[in-house]
């Protein structure tokens, strides 16, 4: 959530939040009323109806053509409004303009890959220009993941071996907090991204730089970070769910069968896209085997940076 909203509701950044919010509010207040009205009217018929004594018989109430006829009627139109409302801002929400921008989102345990139109990657942050509509075509690739952006109210499922959809247009220039809102496994609370929507500018000179090369050691330190590597692996020597990876090139290591293995380039690259093939003694096999599906030259860049790590 930004820092702004209220307790209420996150801030409305999306072409569609403000139509999303005044439809919820108002479902909300009649709901509300009408809970009321009926909780209130049960207790007072419950004290002014009740049995005073054996004896008493109760008055035979003869029905009320008006009474009967105006809670069939306002209900009907009540439930009519609600359901057309609902369906307009339903429509606006499952149909993307026609010239949007289309962007290609893959869900994996446990990060987001983004795609776009001219080549250029990026995984966790996904960029996007302020003012445009976007398009994301999602899939994933294990498990079901859901994709959510509170200040922009849309949240869709993304499930293996087919497509979703939806889309977005922010209308001003910020950062907004991506969640996956499907229980994942292990590390799904861990699963965030973050949209960056910039100006057009900005978002053409990003795709302009994604298509330069970066120096190895400096795109391994990034994919570190967006691969969420650092979740597991400290680099200054601490404990966490796995080793650190700082000063671990040229050691020996053992590992839980017993064996050891000198850790060179191939048993880094190894490590990384077959977690599973020489488990580091003392840790659990608890790996994402994931990476497998990195790209020769960033499973390269990864390598050369954990041989930069002192
Ligand atoms: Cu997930």
Redesign the pocket.
Known sequence: MGDQGSSWLPDAMSSVARDVDALFNFVLIVSTILFAAVIVSTIYFVIRYRRRSDQYVPERIKESKWLEAAWIILPTILTMIIFTWGFRVFITLSTPPPDSYQITVR?KQ?FWEFEYSEGATSTSDLYVPVGKPIKLLMSSGDVI?SFFVPEFRIKHDVIPNRYTSVWFEATEVGEYRIY?T?Y?GQQ?SM?LGMVRVVTQEEFDDWLDEQSQDLPPVELGERLFTQYNCQVCHATDGSRLIGPPLNGLFGITREFDDGMTAVADDNYLRESIVNPGAKVVAGYPNAMVATYGSLSTKQIDALVAYLKSLE
């Open positions: 869900a446990w993941h996956c499907e994942c799904h699963m």
